[in-house]
């Protein structure tokens, strides 16, 4: 029998490493972490369980590399939206609409990486987070007297509480999809959260 060649291999090697990536994604998503096994991940990438092996080693090792790649993926989008934004009122539509978006077009990816991050923050550098970018952007804020919550940590956690869980009311089916069609509602309950000041 032939050998098949090197780089034959090497694609067919990527493009089963992407399935993988895209199939335990989704059960991340769906089942959760401690739920999914490696059976249940070579099963839906059909290959047989020894064939993950040879890509990574261990459930904990995927879970890393694809939270890494979408979380990371998302911090590097909100300091973008960030750095150009000339005023809070601007970037906090910037971040609804940047989540609203990524609910709407890649739901397991904000499932996995923002419901389910407690799990997975470890693996995560601190300037590639997105809480940390976001509680810079509160800094800011308060720097320049457009919120009135005066503590950046806070303010944080109550933006992301507020446009957080309508998205997973409408993952368990208690609001419509998509998200996006709710985003000047969210928009304005983070802002009254906040205690925007219009100026």
Do not use: W
Not at 61 to 78: C, D, G, P, Q, W
Not at 126 to 150: G, H, T, W, Y
């Amino acid at each position: 029998m032939n050998a098949v060649p090197a780089r034959k291999r090497s694609r067919d090697g990527q493009a089963t490493r992407e399935k993988i990536f895209k199939e335990a994604l989704h059960l991340f998503a769906r089942k959760g972490f401690d739920a999914t096994s490696i059976k249940d991940i070579a099963t839906a990438v059909g290959v047989a369980d020894a064939a993950l092996y040879r890509h990574f080693a261990s459930k904990d090792e995927i879970a890393s590399a694809i939270f890494t790649f979408h979380y990371s993926n998302l911090a590097r989008s909100v300091t973008a939206l960030a750095e150009h934004s000339e005023n809070f009122g601007v970037a906090l539509r910037q971040l609804v609409t940047l989540l609203c978006e990524l609910f709407d077009d890649s739901p397991d990816v904000f499932a996995f990486i923002l419901l389910n991050q407690h799990d997975h923050l470890r693996f995560i550098r601190d300037e590639d987070n997105v809480v940390s970018e976001i509680v810079a952007i509160m800094q800011r804020a308060i720097a320049r007297k457009e919120i009135s919550i005066d503590k950046p940590e806070l303010a944080a956690s109550l933006a992301l509480g507020v446009a957080i869980q309508p998205a997973v009311f409408c993952l368990y089916g208690r609001l419509q999809r998509p998200l996006g069609q709710y985003r000047d509602e969210i928009e304005t309950a983070v802002a009254a959260a906040l205690g925007l000041r219009v100026k």
